[in-house]
């Protein structure tokens, strides 16, 4: 059984694994607030913040399992696994399509209606910012693995 070696581990997993700590504990911060007592989200009516966890019943999931990528990185590099494409870049995937979701559900579709008198709070740009953490640490680590390349034509 291989033995576990965080020395193996550089500054990309550690900036990684913090980003997906601040996406996972920016998913329970407050993300929207409603700020006009005609405001709602989610049939909630009134002056009041509400988190990822209280209005997306889907994404709140997706988003945790995204924030668990970079540990399973660092637990693949701490047991030196080989694998069969760069070591980061499925994490670096997965940042891209959870901060995918982040954008979108802060800036494109925000939930609430009227718009007007929905605000986004420090909880999403927490989330934010861990993902962009996740992405950066994942694409340092995927930038240190060369893949082998062959020439046009070989299977």
């Known amino acids: ?37 005609l ?4 049939g909630m009516h009134g002056i009041a913040t509400y988190s990822a966890w209280d209005v997306h019943p889907v994404i709140r999931w997706v988003l945790l399992l995204a924030a668990i ?9 701490a047991r030196d696994y080989s694998l069969s494409w760069p070591r980061g870049e499925v994490t670096m995937v997965i940042a891209l ?11 494109v579709d925000r939930p609430g209606l009227p718009p007007s008198l929905i605000a986004l709070k420090w ?24 893949v082998a390349r062959k020439p046009p034509g070989v299977i």
């Open 1 to 37: 059984m291989d033995d576990v070696d965080a020395d193996k581990l550089n500054r990309g997993e550690y900036l990684a694994m913090i980003g997906g700590a601040l996406l996972a504990i920016g998913v329970f911060l407050p993300w929207y607030g409603v700020t006009g007592a």
């Open 39 to 42: 405001g709602s989200i989610n």
């Open 69 to 77: 990528a970079p540990f399973v990185l660092a637990w693949i590099v």
């Open 97 to 107: 399509i959870a901060g995918a979701l982040v954008l979108y559900s802060g800036i």
């Open 123 to 146: 909880g999403w740009f927490v989330a934010l910012l861990g993902v962009l953490l996740m992405f950066i640490g994942a694409i340092s680590r995927q930038q240190e693995t060369s």
